[in-house]
């Protein structure tokens, strides 16, 4: 067993590493509650490596995936015999994700744990569809698995920490609105492989409207929460994406360095 403060600082590292949206509003979060969302991060953001991977073949995705959705659940059971003969291909988020794991209370491990499978499961089932986005109704259940049960597993951190309840909905809004906005971000490196998430006959501005009527959800979201920390710990990412709308609208193509530290500030005080 690793030495406990040896491993979040190690968790940190890989933060660091492997997110640009969450690793500020995480470090905001103070004791217990900062380590218990950013474990839970690490072991979505590991899977969804797995999602992602440039060079992994699509039949080895699906089978890790649905091998994580159904070991993740069973509590003791090592996760790295499924990464057996890949960890030259894996990045280390990923391969480490019983280390993440370790560093969750046990009161509440079993429920990130479900909510890290239900992604697992759905993300297995989106590569085997190839990713192909048809209707707002496909937009809705990719963004759903691959952001919004990031809203859902964070509102059940803030009830289990801080016993505040927020509306199941708007949280997963507040994840959908976050995603669809990468999704307009990102749609030139998308497409250079092959992958689209605009619905049919979805233009930029329908993406956009698209985007704006998640984040007002997400707006009201945040609106119900009463602690600072856990405001703050929202609202960063928010603001970053209505930023980033605002220079993508202006034919730019992301916010700068300087622009992210204001917006950051502007929260923070």
């Given at each position: 067993m690793k030495d406990r403060k040896n491993l979040l600082q190690e968790a940190q590292e890989v933060l660091t590493q492997t997110?640009?949206?969450f690793v500020i509003p995480i470090s905001r979060l103070e004791g217990s509650l900062n380590h218990v969302v950013m474990a839970a991060y690490l072991c979505m953001r590991s899977i969804d490596e797995i999602e992602d991977?440039?060079?992994?073949p699509k039949e080895d995705k699906i089978r890790l995936l649905r091998s994580i959705g159904e070991q993740i659940l069973k509590i003791g059971t090592p996760l790295s015999p499924v990464f057996a003969d890949l960890d030259d291909v894996l990045p280390e988020v990923t391969v480490r994700i019983d280390d993440w794991l370790t560093l969750l209370p046990s009161e509440i491990t079993e429920k990130v744990r479900f909510f890290v499978s239900k992604m697992a499961y759905g993300m297995a089932s989106w590569t085997e569809r190839n990713w192909v986005v048809r209707t707002e109704k496909d937009l809705d259940d990719y963004t759903y698995y691959v952001a919004?049960?990031?809203g859902e597993l964070?509102?059940?951190l803030w009830k289990w920490h801080d016993g505040i309840n927020t509306d199941a909905d708007l949280a997963i809004a507040f994840g959908r609105g976050l995603q669809a906005v990468n999704i307009i971000r990102n749609r030139g490196e998308d497409q250079d492989r092959g992958v689209s998430f605009y619905p049919d006959g979805w233009t930029q501005e329908r993406m956009i409207e698209y985007a704006k009527k998640q984040l007002s959800q997400a707006d009201q979201?945040?609106?119900?929460?009463?602690?600072k920390h856990i405001y703050e710990f929202c609202s960063i990412p928010l603001a970053l994406a209505y930023g980033t709308l605002r220079v993508i609208e202006n034919n730019r193509?992301?916010?700068?360095?300087?622009?992210?530290i204001k917006i950051v500030d502007t929260i923070i005080g």
């Amino acid at each position: 067993m690793k030495d406990r403060k040896n491993l979040l600082q190690e968790a940190q590292e890989v933060l660091t590493q492997t997110s640009r949206t969450f690793v500020i509003p995480i470090s905001r979060l103070e004791g217990s509650l900062n380590h218990v969302v950013m474990a839970a991060y690490l072991c979505m953001r590991s899977i969804d490596e797995i999602e992602d991977h440039p060079i992994l073949p699509k039949e080895d995705k699906i089978r890790l995936l649905r091998s994580i959705g159904e070991q993740i659940l069973k509590i003791g059971t090592p996760l790295s015999p499924v990464f057996a003969d890949l960890d030259d291909v894996l990045p280390e988020v990923t391969v480490r994700i019983d280390d993440w794991l370790t560093l969750l209370p046990s009161e509440i491990t079993e429920k990130v744990r479900f909510f890290v499978s239900k992604m697992a499961y759905g993300m297995a089932s989106w590569t085997e569809r190839n990713w192909v986005v048809r209707t707002e109704k496909d937009l809705d259940d990719y963004t759903y698995y691959v952001a919004g049960l990031v809203g859902e597993l964070l509102s059940t951190l803030w009830k289990w920490h801080d016993g505040i309840n927020t509306d199941a909905d708007l949280a997963i809004a507040f994840g959908r609105g976050l995603q669809a906005v990468n999704i307009i971000r990102n749609r030139g490196e998308d497409q250079d492989r092959g992958v689209s998430f605009y619905p049919d006959g979805w233009t930029q501005e329908r993406m956009i409207e698209y985007a704006k009527k998640q984040l007002s959800q997400a707006d009201q979201y945040i609106a119900s929460i009463h602690s600072k920390h856990i405001y703050e710990f929202c609202s960063i990412p928010l603001a970053l994406a209505y930023g980033t709308l605002r220079v993508i609208e202006n034919n730019r193509e992301k916010l700068k360095r300087e622009e992210v530290i204001k917006i950051v500030d502007t929260i923070i005080g």
